[in-house]
């Protein structure tokens, strides 16, 4: 199969007029100019490789769709992994909370259901896009160990991540700001609600939280799997991820944490939205900000798969130091090789085929085809 008359986005330049060639689910040639005789017409459309996704808990919209409503697990994967293709997505990291926390949100503790449903609906192949686990690890939870544990001999896991949401620190280091996020979740929790759970956090975090941290990280470390540091805001944060040997920090909340990450040689991972909305909802930070820094590795999309590719096509406007192959590497590239996905990401000779046709009128991509290994899924 060839496509032609496209612009591709290649990892380090964009070839306006241009054509590639697939078989045998791998790239086989890129060229320039006009394409060989039987050639797919891509008019004009953009052709860049496969996004992917390192952290999105978009799977619990699908299987808790409402409060106290749990959808088949399975229907649930499938309806999931059709959005996400169908926004340009080819390889995802399922992100899944490896806790249980009483009185908080609905799907505490239901990581192994959801990994359970991703490999039937895998072994079924009712999948568009390659699905890999996250495991989202709330180091003070007294039995976030024991859970891990559960997963860790699945071949799927590609990253794990150290997380700690105890108010008053990191991301919600102003607890009001936790407090307006519960409040808005669902039915919402009052504040007598929120003082409970509030509480019991911070004495899960006093009594449980050293020893489950030095538990995960050897856990990470004995089975290969990378580790992602989360929220990072202060000299302390950065030197615990340091002394983890951490490879991505998710969102670092502050320009000085983010500097000192990106010295140790750590990618730093920001969320799409946050690039879209010209900042965070916690009041943390701008992507943006870091980008014109040179400090901004990965997109993400986390809570809203569309945002991925519509904050890399806004990356050259708002950040003009990025061109937009820079710009595409955030989505592809990047968050590939940082979980040791090297045959993919980029198109390149010898890669995966895994493609997406974008057609963008007034400021909006739209998806047109997806193709993953070569074969046509979206």
């Not at 986390?302 to 061109?323: C, E, F, H, N, V």
């Amino acid at each position: 199969m060839v496509l032609g008359n496209a612009w591709l986005v290649l990892a380090d330049r964009v070839i306006e007029h241009g054509w590639v060639a697939i078989a045998d689910g791998v790239i086989a040639e890129v060229g320039e100019g006009d394409a060989p005789n039987g050639a797919k017409d891509m008019h004009g459309d953009l052709v860049m490789p496969g996004l992917v996704e390192l952290h999105t808990d978009h799977l619990e919209a699908h299987y808790t769709p409402r409060p106290k409503v749990q959808w088949n697990p399975v229907a649930a994967v499938v309806s999931y992994d059709g959005q996400l293709a169908t926004c340009g997505i080819t390889t995802v990291l399922d992100s899944l909370r490896v806790w249980r926390e009483e009185g908080a949100e609905e799907v505490d503790g239901q990581a192994i259901v959801l990994a359970g449903a991703i490999s039937t609906a895998r072994d079924a192949q009712l999948l568009r896009a390659d699905h890999f686990l996250h495991l989202r690890c709330e180091i003070p939870m007294p039995n976030v160990v024991a859970e891990a544990k559960e997963l860790i001999d699945r071949p799927d896991i590609r990253l794990m991540s150290l997380m700690d949401h105890t108010p008053g620190q990191r991301q919600f280091r102003d607890e009001e700001k936790l407090r307006d996020y519960y409040r808005g979740k669902g039915a919402g929790m009052t504040d007598a609600e929120l003082d409970v759970m509030f509480a019991r956090r911070v004495y899960c975090k006093e009594n449980y939280a050293d020893a489950n941290m030095r538990a995960i990280v050897e856990l990470a470390h004995r089975y290969e799997i990378p580790l992602a540091s989360h929220d990072d805001t202060t000299p302390e944060n950065v030197a615990d991820a340091i002394r983890d040997r951490v490879a991505v920090a998710e969102f670092p909340t502050t320009l000085e944490a983010a500097r000192e990450l990106h010295q140790a040689g750590i990618d730093i991972l920001m969320g799409a939205p946050n690039v879209v909305r010209g900042g965070s909802h916690s009041g943390n930070i701008a992507a943006i900000d870091l980008a014109h820094e040179g400090l901004l590795d990965i997109l993400s999309s986390d809570y809203i798969p569309s945002s991925l590719l519509i904050a890399a096509l806004q990356l050259p406007m708002r950040a003009p130091g990025i061109d937009l192959a820079a710009a595409i590497r955030t989505v592809t590239k990047a968050p590939a090789e940082a979980v040791g996905l090297n045959d993919r990401g980029e198109i390149s000779k010898g890669k995966r085929a895994d493609l997406i046709r974008v057609h963008v009128a007034h400021d909006v991509p739209a998806v047109r085809s997806v193709w993953r290994e070569g074969q046509r899924v979206a």
